[in-house]
């Protein structure tokens, strides 16, 4: 099972976009989570379908894969 914290921003093009972040530390503290957002919005680092403009939602996603060998 992989799991990944989205990140979810909105733009000022009023757009949504996401950073994802492998293997989050759980249980999630949203305190941290949200504090982190804020802070990856005001360093200006990102720019995805128009800048960071405000924290939109967070979320761990848990994803199941299983492989088969095709003979």
Excluded: C, H, W
Excluded at 10 to 37: F, Q, R, Y
């Amino acid at each position: 099972m992989a799991k990944v914290l989205e990140l979810q921003f909105v733009t000022d093009l009023g757009k949504t976009t996401k950073i994802t972040v492998d293997n989050p530390i759980e249980p999630v503290d949203p305190a941290a989570v949200k504090l982190a957002m804020e802070t990856i919005i005001a360093s200006n680092a990102f720019y995805s379908n128009g800048t960071l403009i405000a924290v939109d939602r967070a979320r761990v996603v848990e994803r199941n894969v299983t492989e088969y060998e095709i003979v």
